[in-house]
């Protein structure tokens, strides 16, 4: 037969599965000698059955019934036992921690008879004790409103004329027990059960039951732990925190779960029940008054938080109970703890010799590094926020609010732009702004994607009425007017009205500068484990970027070159006069006049970026979006008078898309508009040769976007390759003119010195893999790709079918409720579809060309999970914007581990 329960002499630590996280820590502190009152564990596969079934499995309650008479000798005492009662305690317990979701019934045992027998060890104590189980029970296993013993509760204050519950008599403490008795047969239309067995089994079943609640199912699907578990149950004797001075009960840690310092860190409060210690009752004492207040118990206390230390290798919390002088371990586990703490922890226990520096390694993560990067808001002031949206880009950023994003560009000092909506038009606009703020959309929205790209702090999807036209935000009856100061959290999705106080992040300045003699405890930790990580991670890290002042911070920030180096951005502002001439143009001539001024803004892009980045590959990814993004809207020309305006109007029109993301783009772009890559190859190789003369080691890397066929790589790469033998032989100075491709005139390098032969680097052409088909062909693309870089959000986009920009609100919410899906594919790799893909690409892809350098960009670079995955796939590199890169480097290693 299966064993359902087990004895806390029978478990341990690593039983977590089967006796959750509570019942195999009270099984090791058990095993290791440590006072805690004598009990059993209800495996999680019991509560699986029971779920399964709807009712209790067969043999489980005899199981209990077997395991309740060892605690019976144990204690000494019976349950139901008119004269010295056995109380026990039913708690919950899953696999992983998830604080008060589940339910937990104290006192179980208590009853008309046996109150009495308990009143001998104080009668308030006892009544109070009943008092508590009949709430506390009908609550959780009859589903009586907490509401109406809290409001019964609330009046016998006020008849009684005192505030706190420990104001009440022995006398009031009963009638309350008689009233509720009443509210639960008013609800029930049953007595409360009398018999404590029966009161057992409703118990053990309601802890079963609390696992589906819905406030348990929001929380596992906010902390990614899967539905399908169960939560195992402990019963054990209860033991009396409340039986007068000689008694108290408290909360212990190793070590401060703030900052991670060594020491006695808890709280005690003597004369109490365990709840009171967080209801805060009373005012408590600082942990270490216990040494005088019963030395003893202190030292016990003390000497079991360093065995528990030395056997979990890490913090522990306690909760802990002492009756009469006599201290008891009511719960244990490894603390959980704020990032900060969890890297000084880790560190200091290298240093003590407890743990090694890849132990370490796997105690920290990324998503905790990330928050320690960004400034946050000092909030010790207790600022009220006006509207709480979607936190979809970290930081903490105060400025003028702005409606419209070329007000917000041309704006002087700090701005948060506030839009309905952002589309790429808003770009300049989102780039001046310390802040983004929209009424519409949610984590992987146009404002979210590209705040986090740039590291803005980002709320999208916030409650609030955004009036653009009349330049004002509307939250309930607050008004904010263009030009008010608003300040937006990021990281909590919080907007306040006014200036908040910041405070920079000490870590965030570590990797701009290094270490320096300031470095506190914490930096130093950081620093620490992400070299280690560089260590052993197998991944290299570049970043995304498209400008020398990010260029430079991703060096900074140990990036390995730049992976996606846009090129669209370049395009923006006053160039876009530029673009709409190219698009207008009419016959070959105007055309080549068009380019012809791009390219020196192009190649001086270019200098800047490759100067910053020198000897380290950049790959420069040719112009991507479609052409009519920069244009004006229709509507803006519809008034058209001029010949421009009228050209433009005919352009707009002509380029006009139903579905433009799976149009005119890309690869195709350059394929029907003539002359385009090859003015930016043009430029990339220009920028490359002036850099050579200059004494730099630059390394660009060419990469075509939205490739489905081999064919279409083919074509660019051929004239790729022309444009760059030619910019190669005017470099070493072939006498002028000899440039008869490009059949242009003499570039201005034409008159500088020449480079020396081979001085000119090798440009290797590579491709993205975005469309699904380049996946599936990935063995002939790799006959002309000599690198491929997968551009995981349009390769989520086409495989699922998702566009984007409209699933955020609409589709995944449902498909999160529906549990189709847990994480948006859009931010952590989905691993089964796109994975699939990209496994494929690899490797026919390394089949076809053994020494294929493989990497990605786009979101999913610098995601947790996502690094992990590609760490696996075995790709080169991941890329991802220059604030993640620390993150993807600490996650690299711990991958890599
Ligand atoms: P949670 O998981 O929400 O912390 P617990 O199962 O730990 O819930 O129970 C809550 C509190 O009930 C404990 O902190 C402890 O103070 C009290 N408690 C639980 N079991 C006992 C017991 N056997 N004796 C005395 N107090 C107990
Ligand atoms: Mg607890
Ligand atoms: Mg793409």
Redo the contacts with the bound molecule.
């Keep these: 037969m299966r064993t359902f329960v087990y004895d806390f002499a029978d478990g341990d630590k690593d039983m977590r599965d089967l006796l959750g996280g509570?019942g195999a820590n009270l099984a090791e502190m058990t095993r290791m000698g440590l006072p805690v009152p004598p009990g059993f564990t209800i495996t999680t596969e019991a509560c699986r059955a029971y779920l399964k079934l709807g009712e209790a499995p067969e043999g489980l309650m005899d199981e209990v019934a077997a395991h309740l008479r060892r605690v019976e000798e144990a204690m000494g005492r019976r349950l139901g036992d008119a004269a010295d009662p056995l109380l026990l305690s039913v708690r919950s317990g899953g696999k992983f921690s998830m604080p008060g979701m589940m339910d937990t019934i104290l006192d179980i045992g208590l009853n008309d008879t046996t109150v009495h027998g308990l009143a001998a060890a104080g009668e308030r104590f006892a009544w109070d004790c009943y008092r508590r189980l009949i709430a506390m029970y009908g609550a959780t296993v009859a589903g009586v409103p907490h509401d109406d013993f809290e409001r019964a509760l609330a009046e016998r204050r006020r008849t009684a004329g005192v505030t706190a519950d420990s104001g009440l008599g022995v006398a009031d403490l009963r009638d309350l027990v008689e009233e509720y008795r009443f509210i639960y047969l008013r609800h029930t239309g049953e007595p409360f059960p009398q018999d404590p067995r029966d009161q057992l089994t409703g118990a053990v079943l309601a802890v079963f039951r609390s696992w589906n609640t819905e406030r348990a199912e929001v929380y596992r699907r906010a902390e990614h732990i899967p539905d399908d578990l169960g939560t195992a149950v402990n019963v054990m004797a209860m033991v009396y925190g409340n039986r007068g001075p000689s008694s108290g009960t408290g909360v212990a840690f190793t070590r401060d779960p703030a900052t991670g310092a060594r020491g006695v860190y808890g709280d005690y409060l003597p004369d109490a029940q365990g709840e009171d210690v967080v209801a805060g009752v009373r005012d408590t004492l600082p942990l270490h008054e216990l040494a005088h207040l019963d030395p003893r118990s202190f030292g016990e206390l003390t000497h079991a938080m360093d065995l528990l230390e030395r056997r979990y290798r890490d913090l522990c919390d306690i909760?802990f109970t002492i009756e009469d002088g006599r201290l008891w371990l009511?719960?244990t586990r490894v603390g959980k703890r704020t990032a900060a703490a969890a890297f000084t922890v880790a560190a200091q226990l290298v240093d003590e010799g407890v743990i090694d520096l890849d132990e370490a390694l796997r105690r920290v993560d990324g998503a905790g590094l990330a928050r320690l990067m960004f400034p946050r808001f000092d909030l010790s002031g207790g600022p009220v926020p006006v509207a709480t949206g979607v936190p979809a880009s970290p930081g903490a950023a105060t400025g003028r609010a702005v409606f419209d994003a070329r007000r917000a560009a041309a704006a002087h000092g700090p701005v948060v732009l506030v839009r309905e909506e952002t589309n790429p038009d808003d770009l300049p606009g989102m780039i001046a702004a310390r802040g983004i703020l929209t009424g519409r959309g949610g984590k992987t929205s146009h404002a979210a994607v590209v705040a986090r790209g740039m590291g803005r702090a980002c709320v999208c999807g916030a409650p609030v009425v955004v009036d653009e036209e009349h330049r004002e935000l509307r939250a309930g009856d607050v008004v904010v007017r263009e030009g008010d100061l608003i300040s937006v959290d990021g990281a909590t999705g919080e907007i306040y009205l006014g200036e908040l106080p910041v405070r920079p992040s000490p870590v965030a300045g570590y990797f701009d500068h290094g270490l320096d003699a300031e470095s506190g405890p914490l930096v130093t930790a950081v620093h620490r484990l992400v070299t280690h990580a560089d260590a052993v991670r197998r991944l290299e890290v570049r970043a995304n970027a498209d400008t020398p002042q990010d260029a430079a911070r991703a060096r900074r920030f140990g990036a390995a070159g730049i992976g996606l180096c846009r090129t669209e951005h370049m395009f923006l502002g006053e160039r876009r006069a530029l673009v709409e001439r190219l698009i207008v143009a009419e016959g070959e001539q105007e055309v080549e006049e068009a380019l012809d001024a791009l390219l020196p803004l192009q190649r001086a892009d270019f200098i800047g970026i490759l100067t910053e980045m020198d000897g380290l590959p950049v790959t420069i990814r040719l112009l991507d979006p479609p052409l009519h993004e920069f244009l004006p809207s229709l509507e803006d020309l519809l008034g058209a008078t001029s010949d421009h305006e009228r050209k433009l109007l005919a352009a707009v029109r002509r380029l006009h898309e139903s579905n433009p993301m799976l149009g005119l783009r890309g690869v195709r772009l350059g394929l029907v508009v003539p002359g385009l890559f090859a003015m930016q190859v043009r430029a990339i190789a220009e920028a490359a040769a002036e850099r050579v003369r200059a004494g730099g080691d630059p390394r660009p890397e060419i990469m075509v976007p939205l490739v489905g066929d081999v064919r279409e790589l083919s074509a660019v790469k051929a004239e790729a390759e022309r444009v760059l033998a030619a910019v190669k032989a005017e470099a070493e100075q072939v006498p002028a003119g000899v440039n008869a491709k490009s059949g242009r005139a003499p570039t201005t390098t034409d008159t500088e010195p020449g480079l020396p032969a081979g001085g000119f680097p090798c440009v290797p052409v590579g491709t993205m893999i975005e469309v699904p088909r380049a996946a599936l062909t990935a063995g002939e693309i790799a006959g002309e790709a000599e690198f491929f870089s997968f551009g995981t959000n349009d390769l989520t986009q086409m495989t699922w079918g998702f566009s984007r920009d409209d699933v955020e609100g609409t589709i995944f919410p449902a498909y999160m409720r529906l549990g189709i899906l847990t994480a948006s594919p859009f931010e952590t790799i989905d691993r089964h579809g796109v994975g699939r893909l990209v496994e494929l690409a690899v490797a026919e892809g390394r089949a076809a060309r053994p020494d294929l350098t493989t990497g990605v960009c786009g979101e999913h670079g610098g995601d947790p999970a996502s690094v992990w995955f590609f760490h696996e796939t075995d790709l080169d590199y991941v890329s991802c914007s220059p604030f993640r890169v620390p993150v993807a480097r600490l996650e690299a290693g711990r991958a890599a581990l």
């Design positions: 509570k909760e009511l719960q």
